[in-house]
T-cell receptor
Framework: SQQGEEDPQALSIQEGENATMNCSYKTSINNLQWYRQNSGRGLVHLILIRSNEREKHSGRLRVTLDTSKKSSSLLITASRAADTASYFC?????????FGAGTRLTVKP | EAGVAQSPRYKIIEKRQSVAFWCNPISGHATLYWYQQILGQGPKLLIQFQNNGVVDDSQLPKDRFSAERLKGVDSTLKIQPAKLEDSAVYLCASSPPGQVWYGYTFGSGTRLTVV
């Protein structure tokens, strides 16, 4: 299975601080994606990084990918209370996407 | 662009009863997925369709779960008979044909409680 594993399982920070979440996976991939899920809601796609890319930015999000270490990180800068959610990495190979267990982020106002 | 539609939003049934969930993907999205998300866990792929054909159903408990996408558009996932451990959120997602460069679009899910 190419399921990603997120670390840490839970993260609590103050508003304005940066949040970093990590994802490790086991097999080769075509791309890696990060999703956000607010409590009781569906998943929202945040950012996709291809296997030949090393870093990608989108607004306050920064994603890195190290295929040699089979790992990725998601950095959220200047966090806001509205960023409170669960964040999942998903590894994709040939249109087959598998999720990790997620990181639960709490941003305190 | 309309999103992925799912219904019902919530369902409570007794064990051994049957239940069905419906999903209408984004227009033009050839690939449709059903995921099961148990509380506190990440989504687990149950089945993947490409148009009306099954691409991957290796994690679908076929003794009780079935899914169809007869006309290559909307899809139905059925559980018969339900067990307590089937309590979860069932998520439907779709993606355009070809490589997934822009991520999947998920519906809001159906929360199933089996009592």
């Amino acid at each position: 299975s190419q399921q990603g594993e997120e670390d840490p399982q839970a993260l609590s920070i103050q508003e304005g601080e940066n949040a970093t979440m990590n994802c490790s996976y086991k097999t080769s991939i075509n791309n890696l994606q990060w999703y956000r899920q607010n409590s009781g809601r569906g998943l929202v796609h945040l950012i996709l990084i291809r296997s030949n890319e090393r870093e990608k930015h989108s607004g306050r999000l920064r994603v890195t990918l190290d295929t040699s270490k089979k790992s990725s990180s998601l950095l959220i800068t200047a966090s806001r209370a509205a960023d409170t959610a669960s964040y999942f990495c998903a590894t994709s190979r040939n249109n087959d996407m598998r999720f990790g267990a997620g990181t639960r982020l709490t941003v305190k106002p | 662009e309309a999103g992925v539609a799912q219904s019902p939003r919530y369902k409570i049934i007794e064990k051994r009863q049957s239940v069905a969930f419906w999903c209408n993907p984004i227009s033009g999205h050839a690939t449709l997925y059903w995921y099961q998300q148990i509380l506190g866990q990440g989504p687990k792929l149950l089945i993947q369709f490409q148009n009306n054909g099954v691409v991957d159903d290796s994690q679908l408990p076929k003794d009780r779960f079935s899914a169809e996408r007869l006309k290559g558009v909307d899809s139905t996932l059925k559980i018969q008979p339900a067990k307590l451990e089937d309590s979860a959120v069932y998520l439907c997602a779709s993606s355009p044909p070809g490589q997934v460069w822009y991520g999947y679009t998920f519906g809001s899910g159906t929360r199933l409680t089996v009592v």
